[in-house]
């Protein structure tokens, strides 16, 4: 079974692997870092983690998604580095046997993610010329 998590400096490629028998709905989410932060404009956001503890972090969060909401499929992917505006920061992928439990479930691991794995991140601000 390939590995339900990666943090990585490369691009994010979304891709829609084979199904597997009893799997019937799919729900992806992809994030991408926004043209401006608190009405500021940024070229984009520095994306830092301490890998060991975050990698760990995640993988506890798979696991609690499997043992809490029943068998399902999840690859989290997330970047580390500077990431430009416009370009996908994070993809999650769901995998279940109906459609609500996959939106339900993508919808909860981004708010985990979000809130309890160590990724930290500094927007870029773009630097105003003086006239």
């Known amino acids: 079974m390939p590995t339900p998590i990666v943090l990585s400096e490369d691009p994010i490629q979304p891709f829609t692997p084979a ?24 070229s984009g956001i520095d994306y830092s983690a301490y890998r060991p503890m975050a990698e760990k972090m995640l993988l506890e969060l798979v696991a609690r998604g499997q ?4 068998t399902h499929d999840v690859f989290i992917q997330h970047r580390l580095g500077f990431v430009a505006a416009e370009q996908p920061s ?15 479930l993508c919808r909860w691991y981004l708010k985990e993610v979000k809130y309890s794995v160590p990724i930290w991140k500094r927007p870029i601000f773009m630097v105003e010329s003086v006239a």
């Not at 199904?19 to 940024?42: M, N, T």
């Not at 043992?67 to 029943?70: I, Q, V």
């Open 19 to 42: 199904f597997e028998a009893g799997e019937g709905a799919e729900a992806q989410f992809l994030g991408v870092v926004r043209g401006s932060e608190d009405g500021r404009p940024i």
């Open 67 to 70: 043992a809490s909401h029943g």
């Open 90 to 104: 994070i993809l999650i992928r769901v995998r279940t046997r109906h459609s609500a439990e996959a939106f339900e």
